[in-house]
């Protein structure tokens, strides 16, 4: 027979968890549950909400991309190597996360600006920021990108460094130890990380709306139906991106996990 304490603390446990997922289920049953049906058919056949969902994925699968080629380098050199100011270097990875969303958007519009040297390069090569998908891919990149490199990093430095030493010592360049020890080992981690950077750029509203109010993403299509016409015509938007997101992040999820398990 348990002790009390320990019942006490079973039940504490029980109900915290249950607390937990009932804090995070019930808003989500409450909106996929809101729209009639009527409404929610017709705005499956609008076409601005369709355009507007399929960009939200689109840049988000893209900033996750860039995020994999040029985090994969960090999360290395930052999961193999020691040197002066490395946690001044996590930190600025981490940055990201911890500022205000519109903060980003700010610093990005005043590093693009005409007025500086980066802008005026910009718009030398053509690249336009304000009010484009090339600016909502910058966006979600920069808050994205932190994920990505922490998970990559944390699945390299569960690799047994001795694996790649005897990779080397056989004669393998970095480079092929790289691509032949040390990614098939850890690409789990590194998918894990994508599906969350993505997912952290499908949620990316405050930024965008100053950097790129048009095209309109998902998120900010929602604000402005909601702005515009209340919950009745931006909750089915947002069952639409709900349901799309769910569907797309359990696929990956279950390619991520390991053979022989379910979940």
Request: proline share 6%; aromatic share 10%.
């Amino acid at each position: 027979m348990r002790s009390l304490p320990g019942r006490i603390f079973h039940g504490w446990m029980l109900a915290s968890a249950a607390l937990v997922l009932l804090f995070i289920g019930i808003p989500m049953l409450t909106t996929l549950a809101g729209p009639t049906w009527e409404i929610f058919v017709k705005t499956l056949g609008d076409t601005e909400v369709l355009k507007s969902v399929w960009l939200s994925m689109s840049t988000s699968a893209t900033a996750s991309a860039i995020a994999f080629v040029f985090g994969t380098p960090l999360a290395f050199l930052l999961a193999r190597n020691e040197f002066p100011g490395k946690k001044v270097v996590e930190s600025l990875v981490d940055l990201p996360i911890m500022i205000p969303h519109p903060v980003v958007g700010i610093a990005l519009l005043g590093l693009t600006s005409p007025n500086t040297w980066f802008g005026n390069l910009l718009q030398s090569l053509g690249i336009e920021i304000m009010g484009t998908t090339t600016g909502i891919v910058a966006v979600l990149v920069f808050v994205g990108i932190p994920f990505y490199v922490n998970a990559a990093k944390s699945g390299m430095e569960s690799i047994p460094r001795r694996l790649e030493n005897v990779s080397r010592s056989l004669g393998a360049g970095a480079g092929a130890t790289f691509f032949r020890i040390t990614l098939p080992l850890c690409w789990r981690y590194m998918l894990v990380g994508m599906i969350m950077c993505m997912a952290r750029a499908l949620s990316e509203f405050g930024a965008i709306i100053i950097v790129a109010y048009h095209p309109m993403v998902a998120p900010v299509l929602m604000y402005e139906r909601f702005t515009a016409y209340g919950l009745k015509y931006s909750q089915p938007v947002a069952v639409i991106l709900i349901l799309v997101s769910m569907l797309f992040f359990l696929l990956l999820r279950t390619l991520s996990l390991p053979k022989g398990k379910n979940a």
